[in-house]
T-cell receptor, first 114, second 111 residues
Framework: DGGITQSPKYLFRKEGQNVTLSCEQN?????MYWYRQDPGQGLRLIYY???????QKGDIAEGYSVSREKKESFPLTVTSAQKNPTAFYLC?????????????FGSGTRLTVV | RKEVEQDPGPFNVPEGATVAFNCTYS??????FFWYRQDCRKEPKLLMS???SGNEDGRFTAQLNRASQYISLLIRDSKLSDSATYLC????????????FGKGTHLIIQP
């Protein structure tokens, strides 16, 4: 079955630690996105990539980094510079960079700072 | 600043009733519109796209009013399984910086 796989489902981070969230898709989609969702809040765009080896900052990129070395993979690193990283992180992809068909989402990673 | 506004609810509705909610958007140049459904602690899933002429999918009807810059979702004969948060989603700017999401409307169908 084609889809987007995010791992891990739950992640605990200690203060000052960098962690990397995995996002892999086998849908052959060019465009991929990372969002963050906080309770009672809408999804906020962190980074996006419309093609391999290229990515752009979203609205809240500070404290995060990404790479896009393969079409299938778009990992997100939450660095120690992100002061409030506890949130639900969602990876999405789209068959069309123009987004006329919306997104397909992964099942998310819930990150908690301990 | 692009914005999508929704009434957060919750809307408490008896099973079998009809419920409707609206969403307003600020960017008059927005091109595409969607309703997503999100269950508690799960990822959003596409419910339906919203077309200019309005569209229906079973018990669900979506409407777009460009002049007043709002979209609506109507659910007829509501089921317990319709309980979820409904996200209004708008595409602006040709997709260059992603979709814009509302905060969602929480719907609770009561037996």
């Amino acid at each position: 079955d084609g889809g987007i796989t995010q791992s891990p489902k739950y992640l605990f981070r200690k203060e000052g630690q960098n962690v990397t969230l995995s996002c892999e898709q086998n849908l052959n989609h060019d465009a991929m996105y990372w969002y963050r969702q906080d309770p009672g809040q809408g999804l906020r765009l962190i980074y996006y990539s419309q093609i391999v080896n290229d990515f752009q900052k979203g609205d809240i990129a500070e404290g995060y980094s990404v790479s896009r070395e393969k079409k299938e993979s778009f990992p997100l690193t939450v660095t120690s510079a992100q002061k409030n990283p506890t949130a639900f992180y969602l990876c999405a992809s789209s068959i069309d960079p123009g987004l006329l068909y919306g997104y397909t989402f992964g099942s998310g990673t819930r990150l908690t700072v301990v | 600043r692009k914005e999508v506004e929704q009434d957060p609810g919750p809307f408490n509705v008896p099973e079998g009733a009809t419920v409707a909610f609206n969403c307003t958007y600020s960017n008059s140049a927005s091109q595409s519109f969607f309703w997503y459904r999100q269950d508690c602690r799960k990822e959003p899933k596409l419910l339906m796209s919203v077309y200019s002429s309005g569209n229906e999918d079973g018990r669900f009807t979506a409407q777009l009013n460009r002049a007043s810059q709002y979209i609506s979702l109507l659910i007829r004969d509501s089921k317990l399984s319709d309980s979820a948060t409904y996200l209004c989603v708008v595409l602006s700017g040709g997709g260059a910086d992603g979709l814009t999401f509302g905060k969602g409307t929480h719907l609770i169908i009561q037996p």
